[in-house]
Each structure stands twice: as C-alpha cells, then as structure tokens.
C-alpha cells in the first residue's frame, strides 16, 4: 500500500536533519534579483500561446493578532481601513497580468491564503472575486478547485455563505492545538467550538473538502495533550489534516522572539507527538501523503497518488501542477513555464510599484536543464515515493546513474540503511523512509550547503 509507513527511531536519528520542504526546485532560497517583470511578461505571453491552465494564488497579509509561532508575511493591524488600499493595488495587478494571458485560459484552482483572507469585509470579497472574474476565466460549473484559508476566530456561518456563493469549494481552518494552555502560550485563543461550528457550516453549505492545520513542537504541548487535541479533531472528521513541525526561529522571525524557549518540548517529546499523531490517524482511516500531509482515502490526494499524478508546487501537494501559478499581491510566487519569480515582500513597496502601474516582480529564478532534471526527480520522490530511472532518461535524453555518479555512493549508502530501496529500475522510498523522504530529496539538491541548510526547519 501506497500510504504504509513505518516508524524507525534509529533512521530518524540518524537522518532527521535539517532541509527544504521542496515546495519548488530550486527552492526560494536560490531567487535572485536578475529575476524582474520582463521576465515575467515574457513568460505570460508563453502561457497565452500553449494555452495553459491557470492555478491563482491571491495573498491577505492582514491579521487582526499575531500568533507567535507564525512564519508567514503578514501585517497585524486591527484598522479594518487597511484593506482597500491594498484591494485597489491588487485589482491593478490582476489588470497588468490578465492583459497578458487568454481570457480562454480556464483557472481550474484558486486560492485565497495570507494573514486572514477574512479580514477582507464581505463586501471588499465580493468586489476582489468579481473582479478575478472579470479579467481570468474562472469556472462557474463548482468544478474548479476553489479553496480559501479560514481563521474560525475571524468567520461565522454568513461568511462561509458568502464564501460558498462566491465560488468557494473548499476551506483550510487553521487550529494548531485546542490545549487553552498552549494556545495562551503561542497568543491564538481559539475554542472547539468554534472550530465545529465553521466545519458544521462547510458541511451543510455542501464545501468538497476541509482540510484542518495542527502544530506539534509547540510551547507546553505535552504528547498526552496532543495526543487529545488529534482525537478531537479526527472526531471533526476533516477530509486532509496537515500535522506540522513547529521551527522554532526566533532570530529570522520576530514573532517567535515571543515564545519561551524553556517551554518547548523536548526533541523526545516532539518525536512521541508525530509518532502517536500518526498511529491516530492512520487508525482513523487516513492515508500518509507525505511531508506532514494526510487525507482521507477517496480524497482527491489520495486519489492523485494512487494513480501517479500528484504533484507539488507552492500551494503544497496538489492535482493542478501542470497549471501556471499566478501569484497575486505582496510576496506572492508565481511559476509560469521555467520561471520562478516573487512579488515585493514589503507592503510599501509592493503598493508603490502597483502605483506606477508597474509589476511589483522584485526576484526570481529560471530554470536551467539541470534544475529541470533535478525538478521531476524530487517531484516524483516526494510525491509518489518512487522512481524510474527509465522515466528520467527518456525524458531528458541522460543515462541516470552517470549524470549523479557524484552522488551515488550516498544513494548507495542510503539503500544499506533501509531508508530507499535501489534497483537497476529505480528507487522506492520505503515505509521507514517515508517519513524522512525530504533527505532522501536533499541527495539531489545541487545548490544545499551547510551554510543554507541553517535556513530550514528539520525533516521531523
């Protein structure tokens, strides 16, 4: 079975290290400046002329609190009054980019993240929808994969309504833990309530999916505690639950300047967290997708896996990689062909250019022939847990072994390990490895060195 993974203390010590999440290859780490709006343009007209699909990725930086475990660009303000500006400078860019693509080019996935996507009002939401509406072609038949990120703090049963009238199929609710002492530890109150409340509200409003968000490695989570908070949620019966790591970076992210230290738990105690969340829900009936992803089994995920085109971009695991992403407001990433590029992450700055009527493109990166080999064989590992050799070499005209000879006595030494199983066909990552599949990825990532690693969070 696809979703079997096993649970090995020894690998884990051994290979639990920090990595990449490998949300794309080459990761954001390696974007640069020689990356700016022509490029992007240029990139756009490609997409208009191989009338590609299109996946829209709108960012809300706006939180009315912070939560202190956060790591994401955001803008705590409680003036409601910030929000229209932003809007009107989202509503240029979404002008300045649609002139340059089809109007056929079908939107099959969109995604509102951020911040707090509520935070708009109900009427600025119905003003940024119809305007998507008015320059991309967005599908009215409920057939796209529409999703939006909720804070059940911050919406009611009228707000998913809304949501749900404006196109909306599918919610991500944040929760984190439901311990009141952890969540007064990280500043997110937020009850049991009313997170029922919003997947109540999803379920009568007939949403295809819920997924549902948890932390482990949390200030004063305890693995007895955890272990409750997973209960209540598997009762809640969301169709995917992402089960993060927390990174506890204070010296990169500010936010978690706030959090003590003293009160995380222990390497031990984190490693219990996974371990039990795993024997819950697999318990419950959830698959393991990979990298902190479950879902039910006749989820679309899961589904994907099974039959070999699940893939991965920024918005994580999805069925829509063969779409251009268009990222859309401040620090939003785009992937258009071979293009990798960013929006301003500064508010100012990004409104200032839009402004001008100008792009608010400020890095990015273009991938070369070795990016692109070394793209689908991370893809297909972190995907599928498996790879053929004959794939690749049929793919990029490379004899497999010779192009990573470099690399193949780690290969090698990771199959003595049992962390990968090497065959003259391919690699199975198997279910001991699954769980450190993103090192088994690192093998490949020409550009890691000790000095960047320090920038990511560990694989478990």
């Known amino acids: 079975m696809l979703d079997d993974i096993r649970w090995d203390t020894d690998l884990i010590r051994r290979y639990d290290q920090s990595g990449p999440r490998y949300t794309s290859y080459p990761t954001a780490v390696q974007f640069n400046q020689r990356v700016g709006s022509f490029d992007l343009l240029h990139a756009l007209r490609d997409s208009r002329k191989a009338q590609r699909p299109l996946s829209l990725y709108v960012h809300v930086p706006f939180c009315a609190?912070?939560?202190?475990?956060?790591?994401?660009?955001?803008?705590?303000?409680?003036?409601?009054?910030?929000?229209?500006?932003?809007?009107?400078?989202?509503?240029?860019?979404?002008?300045?980019?649609?002139?340059h693509l089809d109007p056929q080019q079908k939107v099959e996935q969109l995604h509102l993240g951020g911040g707090t996507p509520t935070f708009l009002s109900h009427d600025e939401l119905r003003r940024l929808m119809a305007h998507l509406r008015s320059h991309f072609n967005l599908l009215d038949d409920d057939s796209g994969d529409y999703g939006i990120e909720i804070d059940p703090r911050e919406a009611d049963w009228s707000t998913m309504g809304l949501l749900r009238e404006l196109g909306f199929n599918r919610v991500?609710?944040?929760?984190?833990?439901?311990?009141?002492?952890?969540?007064?530890?990280?500043?997110?109150?937020?009850?049991?309530?009313?997170?029922?409340?919003?997947?109540?509200?999803?379920?009568?409003?007939?949403?295809?999916?819920?997924?549902?968000?948890?932390?482990?490695?949390?200030?004063?989570?305890?693995p007895e505690r955890f272990a409750r908070t997973v209960d209540e949620i598997i009762a809640l019966q969301p169709d995917r639950l992402s089960?993060?790591?927390?990174?506890?970076?204070?010296?990169?992210?500010?936010?978690?300047?706030?959090?003590?230290?003293?009160?995380?738990?222990?390497?031990?105690?984190?490693?219990?967290?996974?371990?039990?969340?795993?024997?819950?829900?697999?318990?419950?009936?959830?698959?393991?997708?990979?990298?902190?992803?479950?879902?039910?089994?006749?989820?679309?995920?899961?589904?994907?896996?099974?039959?070999?085109?699940?893939?991965?971009?920024?918005?994580?695991?999805?069925?829509?990689?063969?779409?251009?992403?268009?990222?859309?407001?401040?620090?939003?990433?785009?992937?258009?062909?071979?293009?990798?590029?960013?929006?301003?992450?500064?508010?100012?700055?990004?409104?200032?250019?839009?402004?001008?009527?100008?792009?608010?493109?400020?890095?990015?990166?273009?991938?070369?022939?070795d990016d692109r080999i070394r793209r689908a064989v991370i893809q297909r590992l972190i995907c599928q847990f498996q790879l053929s050799f004959a794939e690749i070499e049929s793919a990029f005209d490379i004899t497999f072994r010779s192009y990573f000879s470099e690399i193949w006595p780690q290969v090698q030494r990771m199959a003595g390990d049992g962390l990968i199983e090497l065959s003259a066909q391919g690699i199975d990552v198997t279910p001991a490895g699954r769980l450190l599949v993103r090192s088994v990825c690192m093998l490949f990532d020409h550009y890691l060195t000790e000095q960047n690693l320090q920038r990511f969070s560990r694989v478990i």
């Open 65 to 99: 609190n912070i939560c202190y475990y956060c790591a994401c660009n955001k803008v705590i303000t409680k003036d409601r009054g910030r929000a229209l500006p932003y809007l009107e400078r989202l509503e240029r860019e979404i002008e300045l980019v649609a002139c």
């Open 172 to 222: 991500s609710l944040g929760v984190q833990d439901l311990d009141p002492s952890v969540q007064r530890a990280i500043n997110r109150l937020q009850s049991l309530e009313e997170t029922r409340a919003i997947v109540e509200a999803a379920r009568t409003l007939q949403y295809r999916s819920v997924n549902i968000d948890l932390i482990y490695g949390l200030p004063r989570q305890t």
């Open 243 to 369: 089960v993060f790591n927390y990174a506890h970076l204070p010296e990169r992210f500010m936010p978690q300047r706030r959090i003590n230290a003293a009160e995380l738990p222990s390497p031990a105690d984190k490693l219990e967290m996974l371990q039990h969340s795993i024997e819950q829900l697999t318990a419950a009936g959830y698959r393991y997708i990979g990298m902190d992803h479950f879902a039910l089994p006749d989820d679309e995920l899961a589904m994907a896996q099974e039959d070999g085109s699940l893939q991965r971009n920024f918005q994580g695991y999805t069925t829509h990689g063969h779409c251009d992403l268009i990222g859309l407001g401040v620090s939003a990433i785009s992937q258009v062909g071979d293009l990798y590029s960013q929006n301003n992450s500064n508010l100012a700055d990004y409104q200032s250019n839009l402004d001008n009527d100008l792009l608010a493109t400020s890095r990015g990166l273009v991938c070369n022939d």
